[in-house]
């Protein structure tokens, strides 16, 4: 029998080693930098990544904000001016999409499909419209939020993957810019609603950057859980989608709760009422549409709202909380995985 | 203190077969079936780095190395164990992530600041000194997409070394943009080092580990096979390397002990009875020597029933194939004329440098013509060496510089500038 090499088990040769002269270790003390107090450090045993760990202590996301505010700026700034980078109009087209829109919601559902007698007695309404286009305009935003910062985790995998930076900020950017969008688009319907006197505005509408925030925390918060599901399950964003569609028809947009009210009763089953009441957009709408009520001209008011303006805003508000609170529990949560599944 | 401590660290990935198992696994009545196979991307792995040393990561494809240079960056995470770095981290596993292309050079340096933590008057602070080392110039308020990769890359890590960080951690991207730049990025790297700063460099180069690193940790199927002096590591890897690639070429034949050769002619002529490396000095077996070593190759011959003097003949092959050496007895009028013989052949001052060398054995008839036999020494032949010579052999040096003008004195020079 020939003895070879020595071989190790794992197939690697192996040879004896020779004393070894101590490595030149420099010796000399070492600069630290002022930022010496980060120190990255990570303990498998100890980690937490348990839902209610991040979901409790969701408020950790603010002081998180304001340290990562330069990249959130950029973020949102790249989020905004990519659409719009290499078109000549660039931002212009904020402000003539909503236009654009109102007029052709005029065109169709003041004078197209209006009904008959209204036509004949009153002209054109531009009530019907507003009332749509005001509706449409928020529900836009909300979907298009939450619908770009689903896949936003995804979309930046390879930030995700090769930059250490919390990642907790890419569903926000979206959701930034959808609202910036959504206050061009609000100027306009106001500016416009003003001009036709079908708008009045009240002391309530100071209330507006409440209504603004709180559509804010909650679509962050459902942007947060599903851009996270998005990264395990990529049918996230198909089903989202399928979602949206029967999300627009189930939130008071185009029709008011008496109407359905009405029909729910004349069915037999005045629950249905009530389940559109738990639609947490419900109390967002109504909100909306009580800051700027359009004048009221007997037939299609919106009288009947369950609730008062402040009560809304509060619903809205508990809505936004506990639905930041989930989507954040669970992106943090399930945080250490992306990296591996984007 | 470490600078980076690393306890026990694992990192075990699961791979499903299809996606649906990763949903039905979190069903409870469906948990005692494991639908996805392990793969061990870091096993266990431990080490420590002092302060100001620069670590080299050696290792093949798939040995770990990217999961733990993205395990230290902070965007993937252990299954198992713990580390901590002290300072602030700056890691360019890949130039230019997070760029877009639609966007100007200025506002992706704003961005990628951003990125590495950077508050907008800190970026603003350092954007000249980006753009200098970058020296894209006016390119600067051009979009990314119109630049060339080498540009991209300039830029790139132009912005990762502006952060000055106290640990810096880089993944095999010294092979990119021109020599010019990459001298560059070296030049700057050195200067980290010699600033006292912790890097953590990996690197497919073997040379650029040797250059810049003090220490070298060599990855093997996620286990730490060498933490070291970066010289002995990076020719424990190389010999290991050349190794691999002469299993795969087959270029030893010679290694399986059972099927040793029999001679060619049968039991009639000369054969080789065993065959060793030796010790001169000693006698005794010995395979691993330093350049410079005498090395002694011990060949017992028997003659056959057909008597014949023979010609004894020693190769040296580096595992890779290449032939480094073939002498014959005859070459130096020596023949075996015994009906058994123990034939020593020294070569004193070995001037090979780092490998594993096959000894192939050859008796040949007296002209060289005939081969009786064929038998590989029992081991084979390794060598270690410890400084920064490459190459398969050592040469002697002799430098000459022959001044044909002067350098500047430290005044003139101060002057040009």
Redesign the interface.
């Known amino acids: ?5 020595s071989v190790d088990e ?1 197939g ?2 192996c ?2 080693t ?1 004393p ?2 101590p ?4 010796t ?6 002022p ?2 107090d ?8 100890t ?1 937490k990544h348990g839902f209610l760990d991040h979901a409790l202590r969701a408020t950790a996301y603010l002081p998180q904000l304001w340290r ?4 959130l ?2 973020f949102a700034r ?1 989020e905004l ?2 659409r719009f ?2 078109s000549i109009g660039g931002l212009f087209w904020v402000l003539v999409q909503p236009i654009f829109q109102f007029v052709v919601y005029f065109l169709v559902f003041g004078i197209l499909f209006a009904p008959r007698h209204e036509l004949a007695t009153s002209g054109p309404s531009t009530k019907y419209a507003l009332f749509l286009f005001s509706g449409i305009l928020f529900f836009n935003t909300l979907t298009e939020a939450i619908g770009n910062a689903l896949s936003s985790v995804l979309a930046n995998g ?8 919390p990642c907790e900020l890419l569903p926000l950017s979206p959701v930034l810019v959808a609202h910036a969008v959504y206050i061009v688009g609000a100027v306009v319907l106001v500016l416009v609603g003003l001009t036709l006197g079908d708008i009045h505005l009240g002391l309530a509408s100071l209330c507006w950057p409440l209504l603004l925030l709180c559509s804010l925390v909650m679509a962050t918060g459902l942007g947060l859980l599903l851009a996270a599901a998005d990264v ?2 990529r049918d996230v964003g198909h089903l989202y989608r399928i979602f949206a569609m029967a999300w627009f028809f189930l939130s008071p947009v185009f029709w008011q709760l008496e109407l359905i009210q009405d029909k729910a009763v004349a069915l037999g089953a005045p629950w249905i009422t009530n389940l559109l009441l738990l639609n947490p957009a419900f109390p967002l709408f109504m909100a909306a549409r009580q800051l700027s009520p359009l004048q009221d001209n007997g037939d299609r008011s919106s009288s009947l709202v369950p609730l008062s303006l402040g009560g809304n805003l509060l619903a809205s508000a508990l809505w936004a909380v506990v639905l930041f609170s989930i989507g954040y529990g669970f992106f943090m949560s399930r945080k ?2 992306f ?2 599944l984007v | 203190m470490a ?1 980076i401590e690393v306890h026990n660290l ?1 990192k075990t ?1 699961r791979l499903y077969g299809n ?1 649906w198992h ?2 039905i696994e979190r069903l409870p009545w469906a948990k005692n079936r494991k639908r996805y196979r392990e793969v061990h991307a870091l096993a266990d792995v431990s080490f420590s780095v ?4 620069c670590v080299g990561l050696v290792g093949g494809n798939g040995a770990g190395k990217s999961t733990l240079l ?2 230290l ?17 700056a ?1 360019l ?2 130039l230019g ?2 760029f ?1 292309p ?2 100007t050079g200025r ?1 992706n340096i ?2 990628n ?8 008057r800190e ?1 603003m602070k350092k954007y000249q000194e980006i753009l200098d080392f970058s020296e894209l110039k006016d390119f600067i308020t051009a ?1 990314i997409r119109t630049y060339s990769s080498g540009m991209v890359c300039r830029l790139g890590f132009s912005v990762a070394v502006a952060t ?3 640990v810096l951690i880089i993944d095999e991207i010294l092979a990119v943009g021109d020599m010019h730049f990459r001298r560059k990025c070296v030049d700057k790297i050195m200067n980290y080092k010699e ?4 890097m953590f460099f990996c690197s497919h180069s073997l040379y650029d580990v040797r250059q810049i690193c ?2 070298a940790l060599w990855m ?2 996620g286990r730490v ?1 060498l933490f ?2 970066s010289v ?1 590591v990076t020719n ?1 890897y190389a ?2 390397e050349n ?1 691999l690639s002469a299993q795969a070429e087959k270029m030893t034949p010679w ?1 399986g ?2 099927d ?1 050769p029999q001679p060619i002619h049968g039991e009639d002529h000369a054969r080789i009875e065993s065959a060793d490396l030796v010790d001169p000095k000693t006698g005794k077996p010995r ?2 020597f ?1 350049p410079h070593d005498d090395v002694g190759v011990r060949i017992h011959v028997k003659n056959g029933k057909l008597y014949e003097p023979v010609n004894v003949a020693v190769a040296l092959t580096r595992k890779d194939g290449t032939m480094c050496m073939a002498v014959t007895s005859q070459f130096d009028d020596i023949l075996v004329e015994a009906n058994e013989a123990v034939v020593t052949l020294v070569l004193p001052n070995i001037k090979l440098l780092s490998g ?1 060398f096959v000894v192939p054995i050859w008796l040949l008839d007296a002209k060289g013509v005939h081969r009786f036999h064929e038998l590989p020494c ?3 032949l ?1 060598i ?1 060496n ?1 400084d920064k010579e490459l190459g398969i052999f050592k040469t002697e040096r002799r430098w000459q510089v022959e001044v044909l003008e002067a350098a500047p004195s430290a005044v003139d020079a101060r002057s040009a500038l």
């Open positions: 029998m020939i003895e070879g090499p794992r690697a040769s040879p004896p020779i070894i002269p490595s030149h270790v420099p000399r003390a070492v600069p630290v930098s930022n010496a980060i120190i990255p450090r990570y303990d498998a045993a980690a990562s505010r330069a990249l700026w950029n790249r001016l990519g980078r290499g390879n930030l995700v993957k090769k930059v250490a930076f395990f399950a250490h995985k990296a591996d | 600078a694992s990935y996606p990763r949903v002092e302060p100001g040393t993205k395990i960056t902070g965007t993937t995470f252990p299954t198992a164990g713990r580390f901590q770095i002290r300072g602030r981290v890691s596993l890949e992530a997070g877009n639609n966007f506002e704003f961005m600041a951003a990125l590495m933590g950077f508050s907008r970026a979009p000055d960080p106290d600033r006292g700063k912790t003090d220490r093997k199927d096979k070291d002096d002995i424990e010999t290991y190794t290694d002990a059972e040793a395979n691993v330093a594993e029992r081991q084979n390794i270690q410890r």
